[in-house]
């Protein structure tokens, strides 16, 4: 993880701001959903991309194949899944 210095206090409200040049740098604009992830004691941001979940297992990454003009989204495990049914079906 690279740290970069910034150091920011949570409000009475439970709010932290993200400071512009971090937000310009992760092309994160007004309105933007963020996912929460908690790993061990850190709290982990992402800019959420609803468009990128998984059909079959329901993961979201960047990594996931969009196929068939980007209608179906699917991760490395949901392919193989997928994949495995395909044969079992068309095997009959």
Known sequence: MKSTGIVRKVDELGRVVIPIELRRTLDINEKDSLEIYVDDDRIVLKKYKPNMTCAITGEVSDENLALANG???????????LFNEIKVNLGK
């Open 71 to 81: 209608k179906l989204i699917l991760s490395k495990e949901g392919a193989e899944q």
